[in-house]
């Protein structure tokens, strides 16, 4: 079965660039979520999607930008990188059933290496 | 906020042992779900709760959701070496939390 694609896995960059992430999400998902994970830390939130319009916003820096694409795709768009935004970055999608109930599958995450 | 308490931090266990975790929440969540994780992968789903007072299992592992809605348990009966991981829960409201992760250690 198609699962929730991420690209790159792993992306270096130095202090002050910017980096951008992509996601495709499972066919007919229609929500996708990004979530950072530093070491050792559990996931956080950082911003979801539904139907191409954000939905919620986390604890998303304001130097951090995102989008959903009219093909469901999401990119996360980030500049003036600092060296604490070395983490994992996992996308996840969802479809929105009626029962409201939100199953999410992740990706195998992006690493981003901040030097 | 909708934090969520997890316990116990990590776990050192023998083989064959049982080995039981939780999540707690002064907030009502209307799911849950516990997440696997391994070392540089995405987290896997192993179960999905969905009403309050639901028990459901997938193989070894059985979860509840708690009858108050602000808590959860998972059990792993009989463990195995590839048990090894982090083991999260998540709450989900208007959007998804989780806890911070219970490392789980298998000795063979």
């Not at chain 1, 994970?37 to 911003?47: E, M, V």
């Not at chain 1, 959903?68 to 500049?79: A, G, I, V």
Request: contains cysteine; charged residues 15%.
């Amino acid at each position: 079965a198609a699962g929730v694609i991420q690209s790159p896995r792993h992306l270096i960059k130095e202090k002050r660039e910017t980096a951008t992430l992509k996601c495709y999400p499972i066919p007919r998902h229609d929500t996708v979520y990004w979530y950072q994970q530093g070491p050792g830390q559990d996931p956080q939130f950082l911003i979801s999607f539904y139907e191409k319009m954000q939905s919620d916003k986390g604890s998303i820096p304001d130097r951090f930008s995102a989008q959903q694409f009219s093909d469901y795709h999401s990119e996360l768009n980030m500049s003036s990188l600092e060296l604490g935004d070395s983490a994992l970055y996992f996308c996840a999608s969802s479809s929105r059933p009626s029962s409201g109930a939100n199953v999410l599958t992740f990706g195998a995450g992006s690493r981003l290496t901040v030097l | 906020g909708q934090q969520l308490n997890q316990s116990p931090q990590s776990m050192f266990i023998q083989e064959g042992e049982d080995v039981s975790m939780n999540c707690t929440s002064s907030s009502i969540f209307n799911t849950w779900l516990w997440y696997k994780q391994e070392p540089g992968e995405g987290p896997v789903l192993l179960i999905a709760l969905y009403k309050a007072g639901e028990l459901t299992s997938n193989g070894r592992l059985t979860a509840q959701f708690g009858i108050t809605r602000k808590d959860s348990f998972l059990n792993i009966s009989a463990s195995i070496p590839s048990d090894v991981g982090i083991y999260f829960c998540a709450g989900h409201w208007n959007n998804m939390r989780f806890g911070a992760g219970t490392r789980l250690t298998v000795k063979p």
